[in-house]
């Protein structure tokens, strides 16, 4: 279920738009999605990343529709935690954050906690008014349905580059941990 579509970002890893990347942005267009190239598609990457697997740890432990999770004070602030834990494992990693409309990783994960907050609730304000009240990370989608997700290459990944990197991830830890237990008591 296609649930939200903020946009895909199409690019060379080396930052160059091509022929390749000009057509394949055609070809989403051509489709209905909302596509452009991008030469910095590395940073979208890891933003987009960011953004799901906040979205995904609060929808995923809480079953609430994301504008749902993004208006209440309690797991926008988990939000908001995640961002910036993320946005330190990105920058660790050598790839600047930027904001893309939908998305705007460097803007809240640099804000203060009250002003990340503020800046999360007015997205599930604006998603509320769009009418967009039935998006579900689709890993909250798995839980909820007893299917296996995508947590290992949601959080496992980057609690352990977190490791690697002498990051905490204190809060991707928990959520990792949490949503393993719930996975395997699915079975």
């Known amino acids: 279920m296609h649930t939200m579509s903020e ?3 199409i690019g060379e890893l080396d930052g160059s738009i091509t022929p390749r990347v000009e057509s394949t942005v055609k070809l989403f267009k051509d ?3 909302n596509a452009e190239a991008s030469s910095q598609v590395v940073s979208a990457i890891w933003c987009k990343w960011i953004n799901f ?3 995904a740890a609060v929808c995923g432990l809480t079953r609430l529709p994301y504008h749902k ?3 209440n004070p309690h797991s926008a602030d988990l939000i908001a935690q995640i961002y910036r834990e993320y946005a330190e494992l990105t920058k660790a990693s050598g790839v600047a954050l930027n904001d893309f409309p939908g998305f705007e990783v460097k803007t809240i994960s640099q804000a203060s906690p009250e002003e990340a907050v503020k800046l999360l609730q007015q997205r599930g304000t604006d998603l509320e008014e769009k009418g967009a009240t039935k998006v579900m990370a689709s890993l909250a989608r798995d839980l909820i349905a007893g299917r296996p997700t995508e947590r290992e290459s949601i959080f496992g990944f980057a609690v352990r580059e977190g ?3 002498n990051l905490p991830m204190t809060f991707t830890k928990y959520v990792y941990t949490l949503t393993t237990a719930i996975e395997q008591n699915l079975k």
Do not use: V
């Open 7 to 9: 946009g895909t970002y």
């Open 31 to 33: 489709a209905g999605l």
């Open 53 to 55: 697997a906040a979205g």
């Open 69 to 71: 999770a993004l208006l």
């Open 163 to 165: 490791e690697a990197k």
